[in-house]
């Protein structure tokens, strides 16, 4: 949570500082530590959830990544189109906090036994 709001503080505060260069590097600098910190979370978390297959769960951590950055760009096209510019970090920050509430959502939720 503590990287969410990190996150969500360097994309908002990204666009503001656009003509101050120690503005624009704080708030870069604080978006690429956390967005680095939360892709390796990620990744050790997938890590230990599928031990007997950790290539598969390398893979899917990247293939998710990689699907996140494309949506990101589709939709981020369509904030600048519709909103400028200056949308852009609170849509990116809508998206954390959507994601922040479904995985609080998805630790609710008890697993289900499968019968093996």
Known sequence: MMFCAFMIAGLV?????IHSPFGL???????GVTQAALFLVSHVRLMKAAPEAPAFAASLNIAGA??????G???GGRVID?????????????????????AIALMTFKPR???V
Do not use: H, R, Y
């Not at 990689?66 to 949506?71: A, D, E, F, R, V």
């Not at 920050?93 to 922040?100: E, K, N, R, T």
């Open 13 to 17: 505060t990204l666009v503001p500082n």
């Open 25 to 31: 590097a704080a708030a870069m600098g604080i978006w």
């Open 66 to 71: 990689n699907l996140g950055i494309g949506l």
């Open 73 to 75: 760009a589709m939709i």
């Open 82 to 102: 519709s909103v400028g510019l200056q949308g852009l970090g609170f849509a990116a920050a809508g998206f954390i906090l959507a994601s922040i509430l479904l």
């Open 113 to 115: 036994e499968v019968c």
